[in-house]
């Protein structure tokens, strides 16, 4: 019994039937011309009281125990020199094929049968031979229903892949289930069922591949789950909406891990939206911080520089605008940045100083170190100077009385004549430079450049007699100096002075300017 899946046209069968039926061409090259070449050959099946059918190419099926199949080849051009062919089967533990062309069923299975020309060795035509068991029909309906419906799926398989694209545990057993599905398809003796149980084992392997991306996209996503879940909200103030966007984020990352037909665009979605979200979170320490620096920030920024010394200004200048940096940056600071930006600000602010401020803190030193040498009980002091510094320390505390409504200058000038009366009532300097006049004949101004001196030096005037009203003048002021002698005083500290000594000798006024340095 003999089945054919497919069979040619007419044309080809009357072409086989002629060209087997036509008398053998002796080879030989009459007349010495060129040999004539074989171009092509095809395979027929011989069939008793029918025609020869053409099979190159295709498959025939052969069940065990039938008589065996004649195969006939057809070399072209029928004018061919050397028209003798080979005949190989694939696998001869399935088919066999004898040099006549004679094929005979061995086994279950299926093997390639092929026949070559000697004259051109890559001239050759093939034909698959199917050995079935004889109680398998393979063109029963229902086994060809399920053969197709198994090749169906066997080419949506191969669209699968690589193999770098899955998990290991999954590309495995579906890699198997294909290639047993392919070896099913393309056996003929399977029945249905057999067909169908390895479109299912195919199928379900298939349904179980998981993408590495996928797998990799949804242990991201649990991991984000994890964190967000481990949050205790109560460390998190209510900012801007913040805390109630991530509770959504957070069930809608839920949600998308809960569906198994999650795509790996929808897992990465949830899972940036959810670290996003928790991103967003303000915890409580860092929104009060923010809100300190916020009212610290604010009131430096109503200071006009114009009521403060540079000095002070330029430092308070400095913490406020890193204060204002950090508070534009608040978020990606910790609390402590924030502390810390704030307490700089706060000391800087502290430490302005308006002009009538440094005015008021050198009159309140200078009336300080005045009461301590009043209740000090100093002996031995000259009276006039006493009273002197008497004087300037009532004026000093009268001054200060008035700081809040008096000019700036009336302060400095009580405070700086305080000053100038406790350093000379005290004598604090330790050095002594003596000047003479010299020349007196001359009454113009010369000057004399002395050494540095520093506070409480004093310059003394030698009288080699008959100078008289020695006097001292910071240009055109009076400087005290009982006695002629002057002491170097405080806010000199740090310059160069130019005074002008004069006095006077039987009745012309002589003058000597000195210049020194004060340390």
Known sequence: MLRKKSVGGLLPVLMGLALIAAPLILTGCPGGSDPVRVTGVAIYQEVADADNLPVTGETITLFLGDDPVQLREVVTPANANNRAVDWTSANDAIATISAEGL????????????????????????????????????????????????????????????????????????????????????????????????????????????????????????????????????????????????????????????????????????????????AALVTVALYDARAALQTVVTAAFARQQANYIPDTWGPFYIYRTLAQTALTNWRTLDPEDLDEAREDLEEAMAALLTPRQVAINALDAAIAQAYEIFTGGIGGLDTALWNTFLAARTAAIAARALSA???????????????????????????????????????????????????????????????????????????????????????????????????????ITYSLTVRFEVE
Not at 406 to 423: F, H, K, P, Q
């Open 103 to 278: 094929v005979t069923a061995v086994a279950v299975g299926s093997s390639v049968i092929t026949v070559t020309s000697r004259d051109v060795t890559t001239v050759s035509a093939q034909v698959t031979v199917v050995v079935a068991d004889a109680a398998v029909d393979p063109n029963d309906p229902a086994i060809v229903e399920a053969r197709n419906a198994l090749q169906a799926l066997i080419t949506t398989a191969n669209t699968r892949g690589p193999a770098t694209a899955y998990t290991t545990a999954t590309w495995g057993p579906f890699y198997d289930a294909r290639n047993a599905a392919i070896d099913a398809a393309a056996n003929m003796a399977l029945t249905a069922a057999q067909l169908d149980a390895a479109r299912t084992t195919l199928y379900n392997a298939m349904n179980a591949l998981e993408e590495v991306a996928l797998v990799n996209a949804r242990r991201a996503l649990d991991e984000a789950i994890e964190e967000a879940e481990e949050l205790d909200l109560e460390d998190f103030a209510d900012y801007d909406g913040t805390l109630d966007a991530f509770e959504e984020a957070l069930a809608a990352a839920i949600l998308v891990y809960g569906n198994a037909a999650a795509t790996v665009a929808q897992l990465d979605a949830a899972r940036d939206a959810l670290e996003a979200a928790m």
């Open 405 to 507: 409504t008096a000019e700036i200058a009336y302060l400095e000038a009580a405070r700086n004549a305080l000053v100038d009366a406790i350093v000379v009532l005290l004598g604090q300097g330790e050095a002594t430079v003596t000047i003479t006049f010299v020349d007196l004949t001359r009454p113009d101004i010369r000057v004399t450049d002395l050494s540095s001196l520093a506070v409480g030096d004093t310059i003394t005037v030698e009288n080699p007699g008959g100078l008289t009203n020695i006097r001292w003048y910071e240009g055109a002021n009076p400087v005290m100096a009982p006695g002629g002698v002057l002491t170097v005083i405080p806010r000199w500290t740090g310059t160069t002075q130019l005074l002008t000594v004069r006095a006077t000798m039987a009745g």
